[in-house]
């Protein structure tokens, strides 16, 4: 346990220093892919939810980005995602 805590505890400051730097949502994503490696759906909504308050709902929907999933008609495109995410990010 205390070795997830320790991973999200990383990844929540590293969101958060990113976002001060200028990085937008997808870049918040390569940036915790890059540190992380695998970035699985339950630490992406508790980073990104840990970092900056967004809920789990809007996570969630979030997740359905294809930049996870690949491109697909049920998949949020770039536009979407940074737009759903823009009120936090």
Do not use: C, Y
């Not at 967004?54 to 697909?72: D, N, R």
Request: aromatic residues 8%; hydrophobic residues 50%; glycine residues 10%.
């Amino acid at each position: 346990m205390a070795a997830r805590e320790n991973h999200l505890e990383i990844a929540t400051e590293l969101l958060r220093a990113a976002k001060a730097e200028g990085a937008g949502a997808i870049e918040l994503v390569e940036a915790l892919r890059e540190r992380l490696g695998d970035l699985s759906t339950i630490m992406f909504v508790a980073s990104f939810g840990g970092a900056f308050g967004i809920s789990v709902k809007v996570l969630m929907e979030a997740h359905t980005w294809q930049g996870f999933h690949g491109p697909g008609p049920l998949h949020l495109t770039d536009e979407q995602f940074v737009a759903l995410l823009a009120r936090w990010v």
